[in-house]
């Protein structure tokens, strides 16, 4: 049928689609695993697998020399993790302070983490040393369709001119998505104040370009409403703090959580975690046994409610203890220009000087109505899976289905349930699994222990060997001479 | 790596027979202030280290415990170094008492550089270079089977 319709078909083994971190990491441990480039594509619209990431970090104010929120040892340009950020960065800046920091970290320092640009450095060493821009091929992924005699057709659209027809098809055994956030989930009230008066420069994500806001404070003082309990409030925090101290700026700061975190909270002693001041302390996305330990261990057992009930316990929108961002705030506060309050935003609207007004109402029924010159929502990247064409096709013909926290289930070695087809397999890792049976999809080391856990799978099956001690020493050895797997 | 209770044992199990037999063998014979035949040196050298071992599980079982308390349910690497503290004196004392009485008892130094040399070891592989053969085993909470 396809061959009738005149679409060019290519037959790849192995496909994965995304381009970006979770793509990356998964063909780097299939190629050091030993899967030449020729089995292997990736369909991507971005040139690079850092592209996406980079964007959002620099939008949430993580430019290539600020640090980012992860253990030094989840390194994705290299899947043994070690030698760690750390200890890369303390030899080539010669900062033995670095080694000290790890060393006492969480306990008398603050995590040590790699700064953005190590780690875009690094990605792109690695991805020249596995030949990855050999096996990228651009374009839109329209759907993934399970094929009648096993595996999967998927359709993309080339760039404009990059091909004869409209669309290609791929036909492989073995598909991967990861495709990442499905897209910005904006508050409620934000968005029907974006759509009502068409205003995208005043009400913004944190994580699209909003660099007018900190270039308007410059100008003139002005006062910002920050939405959000998590890091990227604490990020935009200190940037507009930073700036405040750098130019001598006036800004004033309204802070708003919906949840006000007053101290250590939890059901249990067993399970309580430190907070204050509005927010809830930790050191990673997730308590750090999520990686390998306990918490991973127990996870995996979960099916239903009960996952669903433990995902609850360890949740919660949380950010590092910071001793920096610590200082900051407590100067705010004591100063006058920092405003944390606890409280829901029924609406915003202009006020008569055509600022904006928000209609705050704390738990205690007080309702307070700040003016500000700017709303920064820095509520996250949470929308729902099936706002991405592929997952929606996915869970309406491809026999894929929901977790129990609304996302995508896939087994403990990452294969999407419901999917499967003859003798091939349909993954997906990343955000769209979170719910899964490992919870910390969403990150490095989470993305790379999912990329274990298929290539383990595809090793099972056939594909390729499971790499084993000596397969794999030889080939640290070869990614630390970088030299060709 | 982020330990379970049963990696915590397997981890520690594991270095010892490898990393913790390799410095015993080599440290042995300059063990500064102990004399007799090497052989009884080495006999004694090993025994010391299944102590550790023996000892260890009970160890273990304490840490898991105060784990429990850590939101995060992790193990500082800090943690791991600082614990050759109360392991050592708990060990050295024992043995300086004849509780344990098929290892002879051992000079001070000896003990004391053997122990800690040991034990750093067997800490700075833990916090890295295991993970070059063994990619499985830090996301197994430090189990080796």
């Known amino acids: 049928m396809v061959a009738a319709a005149g679409i060019p078909m290519y037959d790849i083994p192995f496909l994965t689609v995304g ?55 989840s390194r994705p340009d290299n899947l043994w993790g070690f030698p760690s950020y750390a200890l890369e960065e303390a030899w080539k800046e010669k900062k033995p302070s670095y080694l000290w920091q790890i060393l006492t970290e969480p306990l008398l320092n603050d995590y040590w983490t790699p700064r953005a640009g190590t780690v875009f450095e690094n990605l792109e060493r690695e991805a020249k040393r596995i030949n990855y821009w050999d096996m990228l091929v651009k374009g839109q992924v329209r759907m993934v369709r399970r094929r009648a005699g096993g595996g999967y057709f998927t359709v993309v659209t080339p760039p404009d001119g990059a091909a004869a027809t409209k669309r290609i098809i791929f036909r492989s055994r073995f598909v991967h998505i990861a495709i990442g956030y499905p897209g910005l989930k904006f508050l409620p009230d934000l968005q029907e104040f974006r759509t009502k008066h068409g205003d995208y420069q005043h009400v913004v994500n944190a994580y699209e370009p909003h660099e007018q806001v900190y270039e308007f404070l410059k100008t003139r003082p002005g006062t910002v409403v920050i939405r959000g309990g998590g890091i990227v409030a604490s990020r935009v925090l200190q940037r507009l703090f930073d700036d405040r101290e750098r130019y001598g700026l006036q800004t004033q700061i309204i802070h708003i959580f919906r949840t006000f975190v007053s101290g250590s909270h939890g059901p249990h002693i067993w399970s309580r975690r430190k907070g204050g001041d509005g927010w809830a302390y930790q050191g990673f996305n997730y308590p750090k046994s999520v990686w390998g330990g306990q918490l991973k261990a127990q996870m995996r057992k979960l099916e239903g409610a009960d996952r669903a009930k433990k995902y609850k316990q360890m949740g919660g929108t949380n950010t590092p203890y910071r001793r920096r961002w610590q200082e900051q705030m407590r100067a705010g506060r004591s100063g006058g220009y920092y405003h944390p309050v606890q409280g829901t935003v029924d609406r ?98 989470g993305l790379q222990i999912a990329a274990q856990e298929i290539a383990d799978d595809l090793a099972r099956r056939g594909f390729v060997k499971k790499m084993g001690p000596l397969r794999s020493t030889s080939q640290w050895f070869k990614w630390a001479f970088n030299s060709s797997v | 790596m982020v330990p379970t209770l049963w990696g915590r044992i397997q981890t520690r199990l594991f270095m010892l027979a490898t990393v913790g037999a390799i410095i015993t063998l080599l440290i042995v014979p300059v063990l500064p202030g102990s004399s007799g035949p090497l052989s009884e040196r080495y006999l004694n050298g090993f025994l010391v280290l299944a102590a550790v071992g023996v000892l260890g599980i009970v160890w273990e079982l304490i840490y898991h415990f ?75 909470g430090g189990r080796v089977l």
Request: hydrophobic share 40%; with cysteine.
């Open chain 1, 19 to 73: 381009g970006g971190m979770g793509s990356f990491v998964t063909l780097d441990y299939l190629r050091i695993y030993g899967v030449p480039t020729s089995q292997m594509r990736v369909v991507s619209n971005i040139d690079h697998p850092w592209q996406t990431y980079e964007f959002l970090t620099r939008c949430s104010q993580i430019p290539r020399g600020e640090r980012i929120r992860s253990d030094s040892s």
């Open chain 1, 348 to 445: 915003v609207e202009h006020g008569q000087d055509g600022r904006l007004v928000s209609y705050v109402r704390s738990s205690d029924g007080i309702v307070r109505e700040p003016v500000s010159d700017y709303i920064i929502d820095c509520t996250g990247l949470e929308a729902d899976i099936a706002e991405h064409r592929i997952f929606a096709d996915l869970l309406q013909h491809g026999g894929a289905f929901r977790n129990p926290v609304g996302r995508l289930e896939v087994e403990r070695h990452f294969e999407v349930k419901g999917t499967a087809n003859g003798d091939g397999a349909l993954y997906a890792s990343g955000s769209a699994t979170l719910g899964g049976y490992f919870p910390g999809v969403d990150t490095f080391l």
């Open chain 2, 66 to 140: 105060l784990m429990q308390f850590r939101w995060e349910k992790d193990w500082p690497t800090l943690f791991g170094l600082l614990t050759l503290v109360p392991e050592g004196l708990v060990l050295y004392f024992l043995l300086r008492s004849g509780a344990v009485d098929v290892i002879d008892p051992v000079p001070p130094a000896a003990f004391w550089t053997h122990f800690t040399v040991v034990w750093v070891c067997i800490w700075l592989v833990t916090n890295g270079p295991m993970r070059v053969p063994f990619i499985r085993w830090r996301f197994r």
